[in-house]
């Protein structure tokens, strides 16, 4: 695994995990997207839908690797998807991204020490079509210096060959969510039965490189 920016192969690994839990409906993450977004529909009256046709937001928190916890391991932790947090995005104006509808925002948060304050890391969006996370990576902010950073699905190993342009057009606004490949439906329990998700050291032993842009 080619270690980059701010990120060790730890943190990386809690990425693909964290992503893995996103894309699937059913994981912990996804059911707690699917109460949030009916509790903001009901308080507000109106039609409940598909939470993924409205933008939200996802906090992916990766703690330091001798984090310990009191109910729970922190490999079981990784593996439920307990260290991201999701919720319905209402003021959309207020975002520092301009995201194209499909898009999601995302914010990393990292965990430098044992018992640490977790501090931004990285901020994005997740594209749920393509099962990918597009991050810019804070390498020197006091230079306003970053990377930016693909994280593809460790799931998926047949994108198509034109992810990448397809992806760079939906981010720039040229092509709409609706004209991207859906691979998303492979990782996702609601929408394949057959699929099963990965444990974190499933993930630890498997863990994939990244795309760099």
């Not at 980059?4 to 839990?21: A, D, H, P, T, Y």
Request: charged content about 20%; hydrophobic content about 35%; proline content about 5%.
């Amino acid at each position: 695994m080619q270690v980059l920016g701010s990120f060790n192969k730890f943190e990386q690994c809690v990425l693909n995990m964290s992503l893995i839990n996103i894309c699937d409906s059913e994981s912990y993450v996804g059911q707690e997207m699917r109460r949030q977004y009916n509790d903001w529909k009901q308080a507000t009256n109106e039609t409940v839908y598909n939470p993924w046709l409205d933008l939200h937001q996802f906090t992916i928190y990766l703690p330091h690797p001798d984090q310990e916890y009191e109910d729970i391991t922190l490999e079981a932790g990784l593996t439920k998807g307990y260290n991201v947090e999701v919720q319905p995005v209402k003021e959309p104006n207020e975002l520092v991204y301009n995201i194209p509808e499909g898009g999601h925002f995302v914010i990393v948060l990292k965990q430098s020490r044992v018992n640490g304050d977790f501090a931004i890391a990285a901020t994005g969006i997740f594209v749920r079509s393509l099962g990918i996370l597009s991050l810019d990576v804070i390498i020197d902010p006091d230079q306003g210096e970053y990377q930016s950073l693909v994280i593809k699905h460790p799931i998926i190993r047949d994108y198509p060959q034109d992810w990448e342009a397809k992806l760079n057009m939906f981010l720039q606004g040229e092509i709409g969510s609706e004209e991207l490949p859906r691979i998303v439906g492979y990782v996702d329990r609601s929408l394949n039965r057959d699929y099963r998700s990965p444990s974190w050291n499933d993930v630890y032993l498997a863990a994939s490189e990244f795309t760099v842009f």
